[in-house]
């Protein structure tokens, strides 16, 4: 008996290819307890290390005793700077074109940086021994405001680059600058504010951060001597690049170097440095012959590993008097803490900041940002964003509506006026950057009907009208773009690795198959939505598709998973990978059907005789036949690897609006509504991306809302622990509310744009504008982050709000 | 380090161990017993990410020591499907895409678990109150209070089919 015939739509949905909120793949293991990472790793004769750092943010180490840790039995070693000098280990390069220190030589730079390290049977010993080892330090003065580090007679935080007048990134004029970086035309913006009617300017602190995964970073090293190879699982956001660099600095061959990244407990940014730690772990593994883990705590991971943001900004906006925006300048400066080791591509010390004209037709700019050394631990990661987005998104929208206090016009219309048009796409902005699509009016108007914000305008200014209201009411608004998947490898690289991403795949004999690719999920699921992309362009059904990442063993070089780099860089590798097999597979069909390949056609999962619809071959008919009648001249397999190199970057975008209660007595905000929009291009799985904008909002509440990393005079960090530094509960999150529009980006083979981070960067400026908002009747133009209780609090005194 | 003996009933099974009487549950757990399941994400009893059940209790792992277990019953995520069967709490994470990175969701788990034990009818707010002890830095909390939701509705339907 013939088996039913299945119709199209059957067909198609079985494959659960793009466009399929198919459940994901990597869930059942994670349900039960049963992922595996890092910390979960145990190997025979594995010691454990531990960090002794420095209580002082400057001062000179006069004396370091090691003994009463090397007394306390299961301590097998102690080592310090004066160890890893013969090695020549004891600086390492940053990606930033830099040195930082692995353990801290002669001088300490930042409170808890790496003084030495205990390696020990086990943790409670290790941790034993940290408390052992006796560190006498002289203490220094401590710089913590980069506008002091750069005062004349400030003292002199990094005594190793004496002398040196050039930077990486051009030349130092002072001894705690690192760099100055500009982009776009200073004299046609300087003429376009000298012209204009209205200008306007404001100053504000992006505070320092920290991304903050639930699972702080850490390794296991295990060094063969008899085979000479290194094979390390390691937090890591970026395991290749992380091979090359372990290589360059161990000197062991990158092909004995294996580095595997298994289940990652979360990154968004805080996993794509290479620190002390790792190479402390790796470099006692070399030494001792045994494997050796470091787990760093969180105080450890909130106090050294990896902060963002710290820019404090002047921007400045020139337009005319009904609101069209003549030109944008800002000047940064931007807290680098100790070393420069911010992750951004070689050429872009301060990242894409340069996208800081956001979604607007601005036809002059120019933009500086000044890199300075204080007394903080080094960083400068992309918290959720791609290298420096979040800064330029927040600048440009808390300006736009500086612009519109300022012009009495509102939020909405003033934004209207100057989007870049959709028949203006593809757009070059004044700063250089090419726009692939967008289409900003109809997301806009989308959005103010889906929340009525006219009814919302005017329940405000009923609100504001009576006195009585317990409540100050805010609106916020954003209408961001962003710059993403980094990127064309003629201008992007890592340590001179161009930045493209790789995909491998294999189509195995009966037709299942498996994809390897450069980059690593932490969360975003890769291995269920790489699968959809080649369940679609090979008619294979997504659930027979194992995707590996993260072993630079077995897996293509990429260059990781960050800045929204995965679906319009990896992707796309996907897409090209899965091409070349189809293209492989329709001569193989030719050949079984007996036809020219012009008489073929793809229809879902098969090629089809045209004209003769009983006639087909199926990818699984062609996998078998690859294997075993290949035609003549064609070598058997059937797989494929592609390196993509984008030719361009991605622009999504997305429109977002909140509403905010904030009580007049207590400066409690409640945040009543939230809606946003997002247009990433080809959405290829619903579920996953309101997941990851639900969790993007989050994380962008948490920054708005309260997340800070302050320092006292003496450089120490108040609230490293998650006692303080805020991460939101399921109590404070407010219930998000998605839409979205589908523009997809014209360069990209399937149309995708990338979203995980959209929601971060796009989020912060919206709750920012709702709280400024709501004190806006009042004159208040700028707010700085975050919105604690106890700061609105502070406001509603300063501006003599009664209750 | 002195040494005891601790016998406990652990997902089910009765063991006896010798422990060092300053190992933490979740050390014991992880790296006495191999049950990698309860994570570690703080040493200030703030995310959650260790919890287990013991004697029909929620408790974080990570500031509890295994000495203090003598004698109880303790579940881990390990223990939560039975005979090869999820329990309703895991199903409804799965379906409801009430995890990301996976780190926070044992923990998750566990408390969602006593939730529904102690209240197997939990309104939103019950349900955000009662996840208030783990942290999750991936999802947003939205759709995993949508899972406890569901897992109440499917455990109540289970109720009523034995019952
Ligand atoms: S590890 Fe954070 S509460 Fe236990
Ligand atoms: S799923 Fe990543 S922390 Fe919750």
């Known amino acids: 008996m013939n088996a039913p015939v299945k119709t199209l739509e059957e067909r198609k949905t079985e494959l659960q290819g793009m466009g399929d909120s198919r459940l994901r793949k ?240 979360g990154g968004f940014g805080n996993k794509v440095g290479v620190y002390p730690g790792y190479v402390c772990a790796i470099v006692s593994s070399i030494v001792l012959g045994r494997p050796v883990k470091w787990s760093e705590d969180r105080i450890e991971n909130i106090s050294t590993t990896a902060f963002a943001r710290d820019y404090h900004m002047d921007g400045h906006l020139a337009a005319t008097e009904d609101g069209k925006i003549l030109g944008l300048k800002v000047d940064v ?117 889906a929340v009525d914000y006219k009814a919302l305008r005017a329940e405000q200014e009923q609100k504001r009208n009576d006195p009585n209201c317990p409540t100050l009411m ?38 299942s198959a498996i994809a390897r690719m450069g980059t690593i999920t932490q969360g975003q699921g890769h291995q269920t939505t790489y699968a959809q992309i080649i369940a679609s362009e090979l008619g294979i059904p997504s659930e027979v598709i194992q995707v590996e990442e993260g072993d630079t063993s077995t897996a293509p070089y990429g260059l990781g998973t960050y800045g929204s780099r995965s679906t319009p860089v990896a992707g796309a590798a996907i897409a090209m990978a899965a091409r070349k097999i189809h293209a492989k597979a329709k001569k193989i069909a030719a050949h079984l059907l007996e036809v020219a390949e012009a008489d073929l056609d793809w229809e879902i999962d098969r090629f089809k005789v045209r004209g003769n619809e009983e006639q087909f071959k199926t990818m699984a008919d062609i996998a078998w036949a690859a294997y075993n009648q290949p035609p003549e001249g064609l070598e058997p397999g059937l797989e494929a690897v592609h390196y993509y190199d984008p030719p361009n970057f991605t622009y999504p975008f997305g429109i977002y609006l909140c509403v905010v209660d904030i009580d007049k007595g207590t400066g409690e905000s409640s945040i009543r509504r939230f809606y946003a929009l997002d247009d990433c291009g080809t959405r290829i799985n619903p579920m996953i991306i309101d997941g990851q904008i639900h969790g993007g909002l989050t994380e962008g509440f948490a920054v708005a809302m309260g997340q800070q990393m302050p320092f006292d005079e003496q450089g120490n960090l108040m609230g490293n622990t998650l006692m303080d530094y805020f991460l939101p509960t399921a109590v404070e999150t407010p219930t998000w509310e998605t839409d979205y529009t589908v523009t997809p980006s014209p360069h990209h083979p399937i149309g995708a744009k990338g979203v995980a981070e959209s929601p971060h960067v796009g989020s912060i400026p919206t709750f920012n504008s709702a709280v400024v908002d709501a004190f806006a009747h009042l004159g208040v133009t700028h707010m700085d982050m975050p919105h604690t209780s106890y700061r609105v609090w502070k406001k509603l005194k300063e501006e003599g709000v009664q209750l | 380090m002195a040494k005891q003996i601790v016998k406990m009933n652990l997902n089910g099974q009765e063991i006896e161990q010798l422990v060092d009487s300053r190992t ?132 109540q339907q289970k109720e009523s089919a034995t019952a």
């Open chain 2, 24 to 155: 933490l549950l979740v050390h014991f757990l992880r790296e006495q017993m191999n049950l990698t399941g309860a994570h570690i994400g703080c040493e200030t009893s703030q995310c959650g990410v260790c919890t287990v059940d013991i004697d029909g209790e929620s408790v974080k792992a990570c500031t509890h020591l295994a000495v203090q277990c003598d004698g109880c019953e303790v579940k881990t995520v390990e223990g939560l499907a039975e005979g090869g069967v999820l329990h309703a709490v895991q199903e409804a994470f799965y379906e409801e895409h009430g995890l990301q990175c996976g780190y926070c969701t044992p923990g998750m788990l566990m408390t969602s678990y006593r939730l529904l034990q102690d209240n197997p009818n939990p309104t939103e707010d019950e349900i955000r109150i009662g996840l208030s002890g783990n942290l999750c830095r991936c999802t947003g909390y939205q759709n995993i209070v949508k899972a406890v939701k569901s897992a109440a509705v499917k455990l």
């Open chain 1, 333 to 449: 400066v931007a807290d680098h803490g100790a070393f420069d080791a911010c992750a951004d591509p070689t050429k872009f010390p301060a990242g894409l900041f340069h996208i800081c004209s956001g979604s607007y037709d601005i036809p002059t700019a120019h933009c500086s940002v000044k890199g300075v050394y204080t007394n903080k631990a080094p960083g400068g990661v992309a918290y959720r964003c791609s290298f420096r987005v979040t800064e330029a998104v927040y600048l440009i929208e808390r300006m736009v509506d500086v612009l519109a206090q300022k012009l009495n016009m509102d939020k909405a219309e003033i934004r209207k006026k100057n989007f870049i048009r959709k028949e203006q796409f593809p757009y070059t902005s004044a700063f250089g950057f090419e726009y692939d699509s967008g289409d900003y009016h109809t997301a806009l108007e989308k959005v103010l009907d």
């Open chain 1, 26 to 265: 990597e869930d059942a293991r994670f349900i039960q307890g049963k992922g595996q990472y890092c910390d979960d790793i145990k190997l025979p004769g594995m010691l454990h290390m531990d960090i002794v750092r420095s209580p002082v943010a400057h001062g000179r180490i006069k004396k370091i005793n090691k003994e009463p840790a090397m007394a306390i039995p299961g301590v097998h070693a102690v080592l310090t700077a004066d160890d890893l000098k013969p090695l020549n280990l004891h600086w390492m390069p940053t990606l930033a074109g830099d040195v930082a220190a692995v353990l801290a030589d002669e001088k300490v730079h930042f409170q808890m940086q790496e003084v030495a390290i205990v390696i020990a049977d086990d943790r409670y010993i290790a941790a034993d021994a940290v408390e052992a080892v006796e560190v006498e330090y002289e203490e220094l003065p401590v710089v913590i405001d980069p506008y002091k580090a750069l005062e004349p007679d400030a003292p002199v935080l990094r005594e190793d680059l004496a002398g040196k007048t050039e930077g990486a990134h051009g030349p130092r004029d002072h001894h705690n600058h690192i760099f100055t970086w500009e982009a776009g035309d200073k004299s046609a913006a300087d003429d376009a504010f000298a012209k204009a009617p209205v200008t306007v300017s404001q100053h504000m602190h992006y505070p320092r951060v920290h991304p903050c995964p639930l699972e702080t970073c850490g390794c296991v090293a295990s060094f063969d001597p008899v085979k000479g190879e290194l094979t390390t699982w390691m937090t890591s956001q970026a395991p290749h690049v992380v091979r090359t660099v372990v290589s360059m600095l161990s000197g062991v061959p990158e092909s004995k170097v294996r580095i595997i990244s298994p289940d990652i407990g």
């Open chain 1, 474 to 511: 805010g609106i916020g608004l954003v209408t961001f773009t962003e710059v993403v998947g980094a990127g064309p490898s003629k201008i992007c690289d890592i340590l001179g690795v161009g930045m493209f991403d790789s995909c491998e795949i294999r189509i195995h004999p009966t037709g």
